[in-house]
């Protein structure tokens, strides 16, 4: 997911964005132990979407705030 897609999203389209990306984290740590997973970048990638995700929400809360 690209970083303008995520900036356009709102509040409550984040959290359920990232609910749903650490979902699909934790199915793909389970693939990737019982050796099922072609690429296991898609980890990778997958955190550094929620990482984003949650970057961006907090960026909303605080501007919220001020």
Known sequence: MDIKEIREMSASEL????KEQK??????RFQHSVNQLDNP??????RKTIARML?????KQISENV
């Open 23 to 28: 979902e699909a984290l934790f199915n793909l």
């Open 55 to 59: 970057t961006v929400l907090r960026e």
């Open 41 to 46: 970048m898609k980890i990778v990638e997958t």
């Open 15 to 18: 959290e359920k964005a990232v």
